[in-house]
């Protein structure tokens, strides 16, 4: 990574987590820097991307396994979908749930510690016909900042290789979204932004 982008996307990191954390819309884990944020309205969003005809005829859905998503793996499994989920820094893989496994578990199953008691790890798993990634912020581009490790964009390329293109829809609070992400050509871009206000639909 070029040092200049490499700053810059640290600077607008800084700036948001300060940001989301000063205005009172950053919510626990606490203090979220270093963290993808958890955020007010974080279960709106959810919702929100619930009613997207791309959930509606996913079958199989990706999460990653950051606080602000948790809702949307319990929404996966409420909604009788095959969950895949990265465990944390996909230092064990990826996990599978099976809806009927967690059933009336819904909410503990969407959790880390749940998913690693409901879920089996994978190696092979079915096509996802969704894919959701946390944020730390996002451009109408698609252009997407993690928390800087690269995590998400190494889970959005194994699953692109292994599968060809796939919607990738990422869910923030309204602060998040942003004029300009700094990038660099490897970066991973995602096609939806869901915030507890609207959908964004990125074109080109």
């Not at 996913?58 to 793996?73: L, T």
């Not at 996909?90 to 909410?107: D, T, V």
């Not at 749940?114 to 894919?131: E, H, R, S, T, Y």
């Not at 290789?161 to 300009?180: C, I, M, S, Y």
Request: aromatic share 6%; net charge positive; with cysteine.
């Amino acid at each position: 990574m070029s040092e200049n982008v490499s700053k810059e996307k640290q600077r607008l990191r800084e700036k948001i987590w300060r940001e989301m954390e000063l205005l009172g819309v950053a919510t626990f884990p606490l203090p979220c820097k270093g963290r993808i944020p958890n955020f007010v309205g974080a279960e709106v969003a959810a919702e929100r991307l619930r009613q997207l005809e791309e959930w509606k005829k996913a079958k199989v859905v990706f999460v990653n396994p950051d606080s602000p998503q948790r809702k949307i793996r319990e929404n996966v499994l409420k909604d009788g979908k095959i969950l895949v989920m990265a465990s944390p820094r996909l230092q064990r893989g990826f996990l599978l749930i099976e809806p009927a496994r967690a059933y009336g578990k819904e909410r503990y199953a969407s959790t880390i510690k749940g998913a690693f008691k409901f879920g089996v790890k994978v190696q092979d798993f079915p096509k996802p016909d969704l894919i959701v990634e946390g944020s730390v912020a996002v451009d109408m581009h698609g252009h997407r900042l993690g928390k800087g490790h690269g995590y998400g964009d190494v889970e959005i390329e194994i699953l692109r290789k292994r599968f060809g293109e796939t919607p990738v829809a990422t869910t923030v609070h309204d602060l998040q979204v942003v004029e300009k992400v700094p990038f660099e050509a490897k970066d991973e871009k995602v096609s939806i932004i869901v915030t507890p206000t609207k959908v964004m639909r990125i074109t080109g």
